[in-house]
């Protein structure tokens, strides 16, 4: 029962402060004309340690956002403020233990008679825990896309990244006129191997040529992946045939060095590869499918030849 020494509006006010002060969120004024705090909820100290006393102005509000964001939130709410429009931002506040706490504000413009902006109303929420999740699980995605485009054994980019990485290189010639090679490689009688030396060996030497191949790459752009079983692609960006070729006879070369043992093999006693190469420099019309199996073509004719060879264009 209300005081008889209260009025309604006093009442009422009462009420509504205390309606205020009991929820989560953390509500605030802000008189438009001296930019001061006439209101913000007791919550605040909870949330981030400053005392509701020491929020007198909105240079207090501004000087507590991390300073990584605190022109772009400014100048953002400022403008929307100015224009009388309802907003909200999101943004790391400083707690008085000197950590940061993300807080989103929701505000309201409300406006006089005139329709002159009069004040800022609005409510803080504490959203931390929500944007640490989120950052959680965005890095957690960002492991999983990583995951998919690598091969689970070699650990190199798996057919998927190649895909996409071909795609990205045969529009880049196309755009620019520049040329584009492709080289195929496939482990000479790889089945001999693993019927020889058993598929967890197979699996080793998997990944050895993986590394070894991996190794004779020097540009940045240049990308190896695994193509399937035991075949790998290099892509070769701004490199015309002659100097693919290069690249293809020192992976032959340095496999070679590395002296695999290979007792089933027909070629000789160590691992050997053989590989189709191309080059283009690709034009509207030609057709990045078309040019790939061009490649594998020649990946057939160097083995059908004897294998441990490269075959190219002549």
Known sequence: MADQNNTPDEVDSAVYKTLLESTKAIPWRIDWKTMK???????????????????????DWASRIHEEERERIVNFCVAQSQAGTDHEADYRALTKDGRYVWIRDVVHVTRNEAGEVEALIGFMFDIDERKRNETKLELLQKELEELSFKDGLTGIANRRRFDAVMAVEWNNALRHGLPLSVVIIDIDYFKQYNDRYGHIE?????????????????RPRDFLARFGGEEFVLVLPEADEAAALMVAQRCSQT????????????????????????????????????????????????????????????
């Not at 699996?203 to 004779?216: E, G, N, P």
Request: proline share 4%.
């Open 37 to 59: 705090f006439t209101y913000i909820g007791p919550q605040i100290e909870g949330v981030l340690g400053w005392s509701a006393s020491s929020w007198v102005s909105a240079q």
């Open 202 to 218: 197979g699996d080793t030497c998997l990944k050895k040529v993986a590394r070894v191949l991996s190794a004779t790459l020097y």
């Open 255 to 314: 496999l070679s060095d590395a002296r695999i043992p290979h007792a089933a093999s027909l070629v000789g006693p160590s691992l050997t590869v053989s590989m189709g190469l191309g080059s283009i420099v690709p034009v509207h019309g030609d057709d990045m499918s078309g040019f790939l199996s061009e490649v594998d073509r020649r990946l057939y004719q160097a083995k059908q030849r004897g294998r441990n060879r490269i075959a190219g264009s002549d």
